[in-house]
């Protein structure tokens, strides 16, 4: 028997289904025998945690709708640095992604 799932799953769950829509977007808009891509995603997401699996799944979920198109490698735990550090490496184009805090969405917009 499978528990409840809690607001904040159902919360996360929407947000990567609405992700996962996004990838198949973009999957979708690239030409056939395109060029396989790398989503390099960093997070304070501690590794293990079930954010973190929620990550994971959503992965396996890109890799497999867009037929293997569309990889991600995630930095769980902070091993990229604080979400400051994350914002600027996607910046420099070291990073692509970043699952953030507020504190690091205000890095990119100083409203929040």
Known sequence: MTRPKTGDE????????AGV??????????????????????TLVPDGSSWHLILKETADKWRTL?????????YAGGVAGDDPDVVRKMRLGTLNAGVLTSVGVAEIDKSV
């Open 21 to 42: 829509l996004a990838a198949l977007v973009l999957a979708a808009a690239a030409p056939v025998g395109a060029q396989p891509v790398l989503v390099k995603m960093a």
């Open 10 to 17: 159902m919360g996360w769950r929407r947000v990567w289904t």
């Open 66 to 74: 867009s037929n293997g198109n569309v990889n991600v490698r995630l």
